[in-house]
């Protein structure tokens, strides 16, 4: 059969059983292979780098805020009477310096809680770099003594430390043959309490029996029954009254029983039996003399 003048190439089979014109670069009609996970890479790349920035930008500010810019530059201290502020900041565990960032302010109060002369206590910062920290101090109402060892006692019973010779506040003891609880040294600071300031400095001891009844010594010689830590109030304004009577009509006292605040006696010198005595709501201190318990001064160690 003679040569096909058309001009046509003879097509012969690829090695891959594809039919291919001869001369034809092989590769030149390949389709183009892309893989998908190289695409799903293109796709996730740009949040890919956003995230890696994000990352970078936490950590570098994560690391920053452990640096010194801040570190506390001004600790202030309020509230603060017996205790130095020195020490406060011992309690607290806070120094110049201390990161305010990750300081936990529910640590440090809790640590300041701790210490008996401090009832309460709060920490707050102000950024950049300072700490406030405020304290309630307890303050001494009562002694107790053990031998020759003496202790302040707050109103609420918490002993503080040890009493200086100087400081002149009411002694609270057991009677002959009996302890001392903590119980009755808690009655004891609330009797005190109760009393306001001008009454509080004529008390120079309470005696407490087994039974909890307590008996004042007032003015160093006037035994005056006050019965069991109740109805303090009560009994301080019926004390009150009848030192004012005695003191306004000169007559001396022996002994007083405000163990019925609403029926107080009182045996005067000169006379075998107890009397009843004025009405004691009759209080005409000055308003001044009525300062709340708390706020009143007393001796005690040098601050700490």
Do not use: C
Not at 3 to 21: A, K, M, R
Not at 157 to 169: E, K, Q, S
Not at 246 to 253: P, Q, V
Not at 277 to 294: K, L, N
């Amino acid at each position: 059969m003679p040569p096909d003048d058309t001009g046509t190439s003879e097509v012969t089979g690829g090695d891959d059983g594809i039919g291919s014109p001869r001369g034809q670069d092989d590769e030149a009609i390949q389709p183009s292979l892309v893989r998908p996970d190289d695409a799903h890479r293109r796709r996730l790349r740009p949040w890919a780098i956003g995230a890696a920035i994000g990352v970078a930008i936490v950590t570098g500010g994560v690391a920053l805020s452990y640096t010194p810019l801040f570190g506390a530059r001004v600790v202030e201290v309020e509230g603060e009477e017996h205790l130095a502020p020195g020490r406060i900041m011992r309690l607290a565990d806070l120094e110049i310096g201390t990161n305010v960032l990750h300081l936990d302010a529910r640590i440090s109060e809790a640590r300041l809680e701790q210490e008996p002369w401090i009832a309460a206590a709060d920490v707050e910062v102000e950024l950049p770099g300072t700490v406030i920290i405020a304290v309630r101090e307890r303050t001494p109402i009562v002694v107790t003594a053990d031998g020759e060892a003496r202790r302040l006692v707050a109103a609420d019973g918490t002993v503080l430390g040890r009493a200086g010779p100087t400081v002149a506040l009411p002694l609270v003891e057991a009677t002959p043959g009996s302890e001392l609880s903590s119980a009755a040294v808690r009655g004891a600071g609330q009797i005190v309490r109760a009393m306001a300031p001008l009454l509080r400095v004529r008390v120079a001891s309470l005696a407490i029996d087994p039974s909890g009844s307590v008996t004042l010594m007032v003015d160093g010689d006037v035994e005056v029954r006050y019965g069991s830590a109740a109805e303090v109030t009560a009994k301080a304004q019926a004390l009150r009254a009848i030192l004012e009577y005695a003191d306004d009509d000169g007559r001396g006292l022996i002994s007083v029983d405000v163990s019925a605040p609403a029926a107080p006696t009182a045996r005067f010198v000169g006379s075998v039996q107890p009397a009843a005595v004025p009405d004691p709501s009759a209080d005409v201190a000055d308003p001044e003399d009525e300062a709340p318990a708390d706020d009143t001064p007393a001796a005690s160690s040098p601050p700490t």
